[in-house]
């Protein structure tokens, strides 16, 4: 027959002895930090509420302005339930694949070209530079990337201004 031990003989969890008189360092530590880990969660909890305060400020708001939205002229595949932010632009539909070559292309052309050069070039050259890429690409010439470049050299174009029509010899690209 076994012999019952007392409940205060007996070993309290995380192997640590309760005394007779109370509870050990090993158990007043964990219960210091147990206490620790509540008032970080009530922080982060108070931090949560209030930012869903700030939100729901902003739905009031995005409530407001879809009243003033018109959604009869969206293209008919947004279907019945507006969106929270309407976009016209399927953003599905673009090759990301191809974005992400023309970042690296990009990244690549810092290494020999000034970041910013590119943005001094009119429209004009611009394309005309991603016409001569396109053109060494169908011949077979496989010293570059021609598609990825000629793909930047249109990007670029469609980022240039066309307030500055420059034309060749009347604006010369310096090296810093």
Not at 6 to 26: D, E, N, T, Y
Not at 117 to 143: E, I, M, N, P, T
Request: charged residues 30%; neutral net charge.
């Amino acid at each position: 027959m076994k012999k019952r031990v007392p409940k205060h003989l007996q070993s309290g969890w995380a192997g640590a002895v309760r005394s007779p008189l109370g509870a050990s360092k090993a158990d007043a530590a964990q219960r210091l930090a147990a206490e620790d880990i509540a008032v970080e969660r009530t922080k982060r909890r108070h931090a949560l509420l209030s930012k869903l305060d700030v939100l729901r400020g902003l739905d009031e708001a995005e409530k407001r302005m879809e009243e003033r939205v018109d959604w009869s002229d969206l293209p008919d595949h947004v279907g019945a339930k507006p969106l929270a932010h309407p976009v016209r632009e399927r953003m599905d539909l673009v090759p990301w694949n191809a974005v992400l070559a023309v970042a690296q292309t990009m990244t690549e052309g810092i290494k020999t070209h000034d970041e910013g050069a590119w943005r001094k070039l009119s429209q004009r050259d611009h394309v005309s530079r991603a016409l001569r890429h396109l053109a060494l690409f169908l011949v077979g010439d496989l010293a570059e990337p021609h598609l990825f470049h000629a793909a930047c050299r249109t990007l670029m174009a469609l980022e240039t201004s066309e307030q500055l029509p420059f034309r060749e010899g009347e604006f010369d690209v310096e090296k810093d």
